[in-house]
């Protein structure tokens, strides 16, 4: 079957501090993966994405590589800022569907 | 501008009460679809559209029922809310099936069953 699994939350960094968010899936075929943004009170946002193996998502100072060896697309940024704080989703999308599967979520919370 | 817009974005309604949210899009995507996401939880997917045909998720509660008069609109039919149902309810949208469409959500419907 297809899931994904993001690590544990919540994770709490001072500003300018590196950031990694790990994500690994199980999906038959090659997924589409997605990182989303959820804002204290919002909807989703879309962060970045990757369709095929070594491809690179970036966006705002986030990335995220495409791994299908190690089947994981891990979040990172370099310098991380206090309006970063925030809920961010991993997610995948099974080959040639339009349905997307969420990790469960890891909050971000970072102190001036 | 905002592509998928949900009404209300706070809803109340009494235990047993029928409620209906509603979404809207710009985007003349083919595609829609209705998550419940409860506190603390990854969005879960209830049913979506390709064009008019409706697509139920397996563990989809019958309680919950949606209608897509045409490309732009679709509702959310909650017919006899528990609190169980108290969540935000997110429309989303996506172009014509491939791979990696990007989904694009709206802002959400609070549900607060009293």
């Known amino acids: 079957g297809n899931s994904v699994t993001q690590m544990e939350g919540p994770v709490t960094l001072s500003e300018e501090a590196f950031l990694t968010i790990n994500c690994t899936y199980t999906?038959?075929?090659?997924?589409?993966l997605f990182w989303y943004v959820q804002y204290p009170g919002e909807g989703l946002q879309l962060l970045l994405k990757?369709?095929?193996?070594?491809d690179k998502g970036s966006n705002k100072g986030f990335e995220a590589t495409y791994r299908k060896e190690t089947t994981s697309f891990h979040l990172e940024k370099g310098s991380v800022q206090v309006s970063d704080s925030a809920v961010y989703f991993c997610?995948?999308?099974?080959?040639?569907?339009?349905?997307?599967?969420f990790g469960t979520g890891t909050r971000l919370q970072v102190f001036p | 501008d905002a592509m998928v817009i949900q009404n209300p974005r706070y809803q109340v309604t009494q235990f047993g009460k029928p409620v209906t949210l509603s979404c809207s899009q710009t985007?003349?995507?083919?595609?829609m679809y209705w998550y419940q996401q409860k506190s603390s939880q990854a969005p879960k997917l209830l049913f979506h559209?390709?064009?008019?045909?409706?697509?139920n998720e397996a563990d989809t509660p019958d309680n919950f029922q949606s209608r897509r008069p045409n490309t732009s609109f679709c509702f959310l039919d909650i017919r006899s809310p528990g609190l169980g149902d108290a969540a935000m309810y997110l429309c989303?949208?996506?172009?014509?099936?491939?791979?990696?469409?990007?989904?694009?959500f709206g802002e959400g419907s609070w549900l607060t069953v009293v």
């Open positions: 990757a369709t095929k193996a070594d």
């Open positions: 985007l003349n995507h083919n595609v």
């Open positions: 999906a038959t075929g090659y997924p589409s």
């Open positions: 997610a995948l999308s099974p080959y040639n569907t339009d349905k997307l599967i």
């Open positions: 559209y390709y064009d008019k045909d409706f697509n």
């Open positions: 989303a949208t996506s172009g014509p099936q491939g791979a990696g469409n990007t989904i694009y």
